[in-house]
């Protein structure tokens, strides 16, 4: 089982639209995730951090399953501006040094 | 603050050929890491740095490759001789706490071995 899973999409999306998408990972020792955003030929930057209690920043929900080993995004009333590749990251947990990255979901919100 | 920053951002050169890349992480913080990105393996943390001082270099694919950071604003990654396999694009990140916390990246230096 790889790390870090995510479905590579793409997305297709209708604009107003609500999305919604997963990422699993393998390592039950991890501690810390994050959603990480990357645009085109651009490098990634944080989009939000994922809490146990989850955690909404406008239009983004971000939720946390341990027990299923997976977290998630979801993004209301999507915007033509929120097409990008979407990287769900989390750390290596049990005292190894490291974040591992998932290879992203690519979003396309069509007009 | 200009954020993190990477040159060239893009790189040609020929197999068998050295290449330098550099980056100036964000002034004040202590964690500087170099990530390769590609569409086969996605992105790939080869090594970083706590206050100038290697950490983990476990991801350097192999000795060709080479990190050194001298001062607190400056690292370079060294590929020595390139090979095409090694293109890809290459990120720098840096970091003001813990590791796990924000890593704020560069623009990248996008490069591609004949």
């Known amino acids: 089982r790889k790390e870090v899973e995510q479905d590579p999409g793409p997305f297709n999306v209708p604009e107003g639209a609500t999305v919604a998408f997963n990422c699993t990972y393998s390592?039950?020792?991890?501690?810390?995730f994050f959603w990480y955003r990357q645009d085109c030929r651009k490098e990634p930057k944080l989009l939000m951090s994922?809490?146990?209690s989850g955690n909404e920043d406008g239009r983004f929900t971000a939720q946390l399953n341990r027990a299923s080993q997976y977290i998630s995004l979801l993004i209301r009333d999507s915007k033509l501006s929120d097409s990008a590749t979407y990287l769900c990251?989390?750390?290596?947990?049990?005292?190894?040094?490291?974040?591992?990255f998932g290879k992203g979901t690519h979003l396309i919100i069509q007009p | 603050d200009a954020g993190v920053i990477q040159s060239p951002r893009h790189e040609v050169t020929e197999m068998g050929q050295e290449v330098t890349l550099r980056c100036k992480p964000i002034s004040g913080h202590d964690y500087l890491f170099w990530y390769r990105q590609t569409m086969m393996r996605g992105l790939e943390l080869l090594i970083y740095?706590?206050?100038?001082?290697?950490?983990?270099d476990s991801g350097m694919p192999e000795d060709r490759f080479s990190a050194k950071m001298p001062n607190a604003s400056f690292s370079t990654l060294k590929i020595q001789p390139s090979e095409p396999r090694d293109s890809a694009v290459y990120f720098c990140?840096?970091?003001?706490?813990?590791?796990?916390?924000?890593?704020?990246f560069g623009p990248g230096t996008r490069l591609l071995v004949l």
């Open positions: 994922v809490y146990s």
């Open positions: 990251v989390v750390n290596k947990g049990g005292g190894a040094d490291g974040l591992t």
């Open positions: 990140a840096s970091s003001d706490r813990e590791w796990t916390e924000t890593q704020y």
């Open positions: 390592n039950s020792a991890s501690q810390s």
């Open positions: 740095f706590n206050n100038n001082v290697p950490i983990d």
